[in-house]
């Protein structure tokens, strides 16, 4: 008897220093967490959520940004279920650089993996990308888009939860059976299929 | 009433859990496990529940007992009924793991090293959580910890659980696969990250480990990891492995410098099974080629490693995989030359140099044969153009030139006479009539000055040093001094003159030895050597003294009748008067050593170096290698047979070796290097016999014929072009003068140099 009904795997990157620590921290241990150093090659962490009564088990490998890491932390993309792109709404450079992210998903990580682009640091009043413009970004690459504060736990239990609310809703999905097995993201249709192998079900 | 079992596993627990596991009752519990094995699933799910209940509440010492009694039951429990009750077990690791106290972390990888990685399971479970554990486990070597004893603390544990499901998968074919990528990408980086870690980084030297140290720090451990992961590669897995090296070596910039890089495959090569250790260094020699764009700084580092392993590879390599690295390193050679007019050129003859010391040091650790193989091989990938060639071909040629010396010069300089065939020597007096126009003139371009001086004594040496060898036929004598002549023309220019000069003392120090067991026909050959290269080097660089100062030692020996330290050499002189064993050459018929510096001087030239006396020590005892020396002589002239093809300038030889086809490849692989071995020596020992069998007269003839003619065909070729050249008057060649009776003189052919030469035998 497990305590759980589904196990997800979701992954974050981004550049060092967007805040993909502290939205972990703030989701699972519920905190903010003040001058802790630079992740290096991933930290782990576990979370349960429960969604329409049932239990889900959030495995969550967050990354290091360091480019010299990247060897490990590909490593780490194949087997994720969800990969959360986070970026600083207040540092241009940290959303020049998704184009270079979205490559080594690509590359890396399963070909229906679910994306979510996160604009984070929404706290801070120097803003440099404008919520729309990460919203185009995230509609053009077929990504989910939210803007969070790990700082002011805005909207990082709702990110997860979605998360978890999505990969639920498309094993449901796929139990039933499929005639259309293509792939076929759409923000609004909710369609993204989910590979048999990339996803475990456990009793 | 609750079943029996359960009762059971609580009576383990202790009512304060700091008193421990309850012994007796955990006796009784596994007593009951070992008479009703049917009920151990259900004793594992239980404790499995209870250990999950204890950890939400976060009563961990109840966690630690319930750990310690399914260690104890894991242990004691027989093969078959184990099936269900690990999946409990493996369960409960991953909750410890799954938990953010370094402590729990640490106690499920101490259970998974220490007990389940050393349990047979008779069936084992496909779907495991390998997966997780091997994340996981990689994902604790990076650990950040603010504390750096627990950071010390969680990495060990880490490296720890990586190596106890290595232990545990790498025997076991029916559990995943350990070495697919998904794994081995990251299992090796962490391992890595955590050897880095230590004072390879920080510029220390290494130093072996104190006993029980390997314990205490990650960088040992993870290096007794990564020894044990490579030791168990099978072939198909090498490059599993090695992917992820190169990979974390290039993102963590640790190729320049290199110390840490070469520490690695030093690593590698020592531990990983013998027999693949060439698929090493052709996954690095791809490296390099998959480098081609990056800096010549690190292409240069990358050479530099594989220069400092692959000594290592030699010894196991054979057949075609030798080419094919050697190949690989004058593609590379090629590839940088035709950059090496573009910006960085400096940088870019850096390479070049990494290349060509590669190539020696991996010939260096090649049975003799197999250089003599790679000079030839090397040889036939020189360029050979008629006219002057462009700017880049003269370059190659002069790095190919260059190689093979390197090549040659770790050659066993023993043998290097006898093994020095004729079919080698063609090739590459074809390339002396093409190196450079400059050079037919018998002026010596600047980097032939500088590839001279650099390399001549060293060869030199070699050379003499054969002409000391007691087995010594009259051809191989022959041979040495065309050689030498050879090089004098081709090379002899004012800075290397004392080389030169030297070089002929040393000769005459030979045949004077009386430590040596050579016989007195070899003593007057090797006099007659002398004199002879005194002769002709004046002609190449004019020096009147030095040509005058010929000319009296030359009288001076025809006056005294002792007309056999002359050319031409014979098996055996008919000396008119014998001069009574053991009597010292008067002083006047030899070449003296002041008198040649004093010449230097009268000319205006540095004359420090002849006066220093520079006798150099034999290196090998030529008893020792009398077996190589026989061994060489007669593979080159077997192996080598000198086709046609190539003694036609302008068509490229080609050498069946070159062909390797992957089935080739596998071949050799498979091939034990012990059944090699043993052939090897079997072979020799069937050649030794053979010599012995022999007459000398024989092993003469044998070794003289066909291969001669056409070196000969080739020598007359390039000396009568050269002839033309010098401006020194030549007199018809009184060939008719030879009036041996000796069988030998009758089978092989008219000695090359009298005919290339014959001024010098007008005396
Ligand atoms: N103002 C603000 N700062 C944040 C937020 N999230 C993270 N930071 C800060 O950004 C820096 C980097 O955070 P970290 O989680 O380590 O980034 P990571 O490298 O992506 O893991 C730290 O100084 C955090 O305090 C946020 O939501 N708002
Ligand atoms: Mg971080």
Known sequence: MEDYKFLFKVVLVGNAGVGKTCLV???????????????????????????????????????????????????????????????????QPTFDCLPDWLREIEEYASQNVLRILVGNKVDREDREIPAQVGEDFAQRHSMYYLETSAKEAHNVENLFLQIAAELMEQMRFKELPRYEQEQAHSINGRTTAIGDSCCSRLS | ???????????????????????????????????????????????????????????????????????????????????????????????????????????????????????????????????????????????????????????????????????????????????????????????????????????????SPEPGEEKNSPPQLAETCIRELVGRASFGHVR????????????????????????????????????YSYAVVESLMLHLDENSKAEPKIRTSIADVLSKIIAIAAEESVGPSVLEIINS??????????????????????????????????????????????????????????????????????????????????????????????????????????????????????????????????????????????????????????????IAIELACDDVLPDFLNMILDIQTGALDKTTGLTAAQRYSLHAVAISLLVLLPHVVIISPLSEYAEKVVAARQEQDLSHLLPELLVGYEVSQPP??????????????????????????????????????????????????????????????????????????????????????????????VVKREAEALRQKQLNEAFRATTFSELITNNTTSEEESLQTKLNELFSRMASGLSTPMTPSPASSHSSTHKHQQTAPVPVYELLFPELFAY
């Open chain 1, 25 to 91: 921290r703030r989701f699972t241990q519920g905190i903010f967490p003040p001058g802790q150093g630079a992740t290096i090659g991933v930290d782990f962490m576990i979370k349960t959520v429960e969604i329409d009564n049932e239990k889900i088990k959030l495995q969550i490998w967050d990354t290091a940004g360091q480019e010299r890491f990247r060897s490990i932390t590909q490593s780490y993309y194949r087997s994720a279920h969800a990969l959360i792109l986070v970026y600083d709404i207040s540092c």
């Open chain 2, 1 to 207: 009433m609750r079943p029996r079992y359960k009762r059971l596993v609580d009576n383990i627990f202790p009512p304060n859990p700091q008193d421990g596991l309850v012994k007796n009752n955990m006796e009784q519990l596994t007593f009951y496990s070992l008479s009703s094995p049917e009920k151990l699933d259900r004793i594992g799910e239980y404790l499995y529940q209870r250990a999950c209940r204890d950890l939400s509440r976060k009563r961990n010492g109840f966690v630690l007992i319930a750990m310690e009694a399914m260690d104890q039951l894991l242990v004691a429990c027989h093969a078959q009924t184990l099936n269900l009750f690990v999946e409990s077990f493996l369960k409960i690791v991953q909750k410890l793991l799954e938990s953010t106290e370094p402590d729990l972390q640490v106690l499920a990888t101490q259970s998974v090293i220490v007990r389940f990685a050393n349990i047979e399971e008779d069936t084992p479970s496909y779907h495991r959580r390998y997966d997780f554990f091997v994340s996981k486990f990689s994902s604790m070597c990076h650990n950040n910890h603010g504390d750096d004893a627990t950071k010390d603390m969680i990495r060990l544990a880490g490296i720890r659980g990586l190596q106890g499901v290595i232990r545990k998968t790498v025997s076991d074919d029916l559990v995943e696969n350990i070495w697919e990528p998904v794994h081995m990408d990251k299992i090796v980086p962490s391992l890595l990250y955590n050897m880095q870690d230590s004072r390879y980084l920080k510029g220390m030297e290494p130093h």
């Open chain 2, 240 to 275: 599993s492995v090695l992917k992820p090296v190169l990979k974390h070596l290039d993102l963590h910039n640790l190729w320049a410098p290199n110390q840490f890089a070469i520490h690695t495959f030093r690593i590698i090569m020592f531990s990983i099974q013998s027999q």
């Open chain 2, 329 to 486: 390193l004058l593609t590379q050679l090629r590839t940088s030359v035709g950059r090496e007019r573009e910006p960085g050129g400096g940088e870019e003859h850096a390479y070049q140099e990494a290349l060509i010391n590669a190539l020696g040091e991996f010939a260096a650790h090649l049975p003799d044969y197999q250089k003599i193989e790679i000079m030839m091989f090397i040889m036939s990938k020189v360029p050979y153009i008629k006219q002057q060639g462009g700017m880049d071909d003269n370059l190659l040629q002069h790095m190919l030139l260059k190689s093979l010396l390197t090549v040659g010069r770790r050659y066993n300089s023993v043998s290097m006479n006898t093994t020095f065939p004729a079919s080698f020597l063609e090739p590459l007096m074809r390339m002396s009539v093409v190196r450079d126009p400059d050079l037919r003139l018998l002026k010596c371009s600047r980097p032939d000055a500088i590839f001279a001086r650099k390399y001549v004594p060293e060869l030199f040496h070699c050379l003499v040093e054969g002409l000391r060898l007691e087995n010594n036929t009259v051809d191989n004598v022959e041979a040495v001094y065309t050689t030498l002549a050879l």
């Open chain 2, 580 to 673: 009574p064993p053991g009597s010292p050459v008067p002083q006047a018929a030899l070449i003296d050593r002041q008198a040649l510096a004093d010449c230097l001087k009268d000319a205006g030239l540095d004359s420090q170096h002849i006066t220093s006396t520079n006798v150099v020590p034999h290196r090998h005892s030529w008893v020792e290698s009398a077996g190589v020396t026989l061994k060489g002589s007669v593979t080159d002239l077997t192996n080598m047979e000198l086709d046609s093809a190539s003694s036609t300038p302008g068509i490229q030889r080609k050498y069946p070796e070159e062909e390797l086809t992957f089935e080739a490849m596998k071949r050799v692989l498979a091939e034990s290097s």
